[in-house]
């Protein structure tokens, strides 16, 4: 099958009575959510976020926000003064297309038929965004609002995100519900051989080992490699994908209990100085498959990110409607993500709901990689320098 990767992120709007393709800030965003996800998720929990998709559904609140609601989102997104013209920009060149990788990302917003919104905020989401808007009766059927709005989703996802709202999270004070669906699936350049996986013991945090499905890539493979001095000498390494457009990034701890410190030095600085150092070496590479979900409210991750205007009563969208002040009131986001021999598939919707109320080494010396401890991935989409998912298998044998 490939690795398999599903997301969906939903922001919930509650009524209160050019791109620029640089390498450092959309990855600060990514950097800092995941942090701040892997802070309260613990050290022995598996984490999965799409740092894109969480973008994409916040960046549609931004066009509708002003005052401060609008500067903390355009701070923390990272967009300056053309913010809208260089989003759109990004999410056309995501959305552009290969015949060697599927990436598709689907913008969707549900609105109340009895709410209006302003002609700029629908032109710009329509335009800018490509968003596709739907009319429900969220006052009346709600329900069958919510069981559209996910159909949406599992379609945008090739069914890998479902029951992205759960029974009863719209109600009859929903006004709009923005989603983003981001569906991706890619062989790798150089496939593992299935033949070469065997069992073998993967060591957790706490020190207990666990067996696992441990994929070989071979001796014979030349790959970008590092060994990263500034983030406790972790071994890094990039594996392609089909195209060379797209690639995952494995960032590997010396120790078993080093991730966490590991975490503690990660930034969008350090990030960027470990892609510079990849270098093409001889590798040989082992990485667990492994199968992740997860579902996050991200409102507490975001708050402590420096938006916190836009959950407050006081919150200002006016740009979306004039009928009623808005707030945001959840980010919700699901996760998939299944790793193994044949390459990647990754699905992520996120949504949007409005609602009333390196170390010096030998360049010929071949390198071992063992990923058997603890590790961070990361999937990006190099032309616009998008992290598409982002995390952490502390433990390759659950999915939790």
């Given at each position: 099958?490939?690795?398999?990767?599903?997301?969906?992120?939903?922001?919930?709007?509650?009524?209160?009575?050019?791109?620029?393709?640089?390498?450092?800030?959309?990855?600060?965003?990514?950097?800092?959510l995941y942090k701040?996800?892997?802070?309260?998720?613990?050290?022995?929990?598996?984490?999965?976020?799409?740092?894109?998709?969480?973008?994409?559904?916040l960046s549609m609140?931004?066009?509708?926000?002003?005052?401060?609601?609008?500067?903390?989102?355009?701070?923390?997104?990272?967009?300056?003064?053309?913010?809208?013209?260089?989003?759109?920009?990004?999410?056309?060149?995501?959305?552009?297309?290969?015949?060697?990788?599927?990436?598709?990302?689907?913008?969707?917003?549900?609105?109340?038929?009895?709410?209006?919104?302003?002609?700029?905020?629908?032109?710009?989401?329509?335009?800018?965004?490509?968003?596709?808007?739907?009319?429900?009766?969220?006052?009346?059927?709600?329900?069958?609002?919510?069981?559209?709005?996910?159909?949406?989703?599992?379609?945008?996802?090739?069914?890998?995100?479902?029951?992205?709202?759960?029974?009863?999270?719209?109600?009859?004070?929903?006004?709009?519900?923005?989603?983003?669906?981001?569906?991706?699936?890619?062989?790798?350049?150089?496939?593992?051989?299935?033949?070469?996986?065997?069992?073998?013991?993967?060591?957790?945090?706490?020190?207990?080992?666990?067996?696992?499905?441990?994929?070989?890539?071979?001796?014979?493979?030349?790959?970008?490699?590092?060994?990263?001095?500034?983030?406790?000498?972790?071994?890094?390494?990039?594996?392609?994908?089909?195209?060379?457009?797209?690639?995952?990034?494995?960032?590997?701890?010396?120790?078993?209990?080093?991730?966490?410190?590991?975490?503690?030095?990660?930034?969008?600085?350090?990030?960027?100085?470990?892609?510079?150092?990849?270098?093409?070496?001889?590798?040989?590479v082992f990485l667990?498959?492994?199968?992740?979900?997860?579902?996050?409210?991200?409102?507490?991750?975001?708050?402590?990110?420096?938006?916190?205007?836009?959950?407050?009563?006081?919150?200002?969208?006016?740009?979306?409607?004039?009928?009623?002040?808005?707030?945001?009131?959840?980010?919700?986001?699901?996760?998939?993500?299944?790793?193994?021999?044949?390459?990647?598939?990754?699905?992520?919707?996120?949504?949007?709901?409005?609602?009333?109320?390196?170390?010096?080494?030998?360049?010929?010396?071949?390198?071992?990689?063992?990923?058997?401890?603890?590790?961070?991935?990361?999937?990006?989409?190099?032309?616009?320098?998008?992290?598409?998912?982002?995390?952490?298998?502390?433990?390759?044998?659950?999915?939790?």
């Open positions: 099958m490939g690795f398999s990767c599903s997301l969906t992120t939903v922001v919930t709007i509650s009524l209160a009575i050019g791109l620029s393709y640089c390498l450092e800030t959309p990855n600060k965003f990514a950097v800092e701040n996800v892997a802070k309260t998720s613990g050290t022995d929990k598996n984490v999965a976020l799409s740092p894109f998709s969480a973008e994409a559904a609140t931004y066009v509708g926000a002003a005052g401060t609601t609008k500067s903390e989102l355009a701070s923390v997104l990272g967009l300056g003064d053309d913010g809208v013209a260089t989003l759109a920009r990004k999410f056309k060149s995501i959305n552009a297309g290969s015949q060697d990788y599927v990436l598709q990302s689907a913008n969707g917003i549900f609105l109340e038929k009895t709410y209006k919104i302003l002609s700029n905020f629908r032109s710009s989401v329509t335009n800018d965004f490509g968003a596709n808007i739907s009319t429900v009766d969220f006052v009346k059927q709600a329900e069958q609002s919510r069981v559209r709005i996910n159909s949406f989703v599992e379609e945008k996802t090739n069914n890998k995100i479902r029951d992205l709202f759960s029974a009863g999270s719209l109600d009859s004070d929903t006004r709009l519900v923005l989603v983003n669906a981001v569906y991706f699936k890619a062989q790798w350049a150089n496939k593992f051989e299935k033949d070469f996986t065997k069992e073998q013991p993967f060591t957790l945090a706490n020190g207990q080992q666990k067996q696992v499905q441990l994929m070989n890539l071979g001796f014979d493979q030349f790959v970008p490699y590092a060994e990263v001095a500034e983030l406790d000498g972790a071994q890094v390494v990039e594996l392609r994908y089909a195209g060379d457009e797209t690639s995952m990034v494995v960032i590997l701890p010396r120790k078993e209990s080093g991730l966490r410190a590991l975490e503690e030095r990660l930034t969008a600085a350090t990030l960027k100085s470990t892609l510079a150092k990849l270098s093409r070496r001889k590798v040989n667990p498959k492994f199968k992740v979900e997860t579902d996050y409210n991200l409102v507490e991750e975001l708050k402590a990110m420096g938006i916190k205007a836009a959950f407050e009563r006081t919150a200002n969208f006016s740009l979306i409607s004039s009928q009623a002040a808005l707030k945001i009131s959840k980010v919700v986001q699901k996760v998939f993500v299944n790793v193994d021999e044949d390459g990647t598939e990754a699905a992520a919707a996120t949504g949007v709901i409005m609602v009333l109320t390196s170390a010096m080494i030998s360049p010929d010396e071949p390198v071992t990689f063992r990923v058997d401890r603890p590790f961070l991935y990361l999937i990006r989409h190099k032309a616009t320098n998008s992290i598409l998912f982002l995390g952490k298998v502390a433990d390759p044998t659950v999915a939790k």
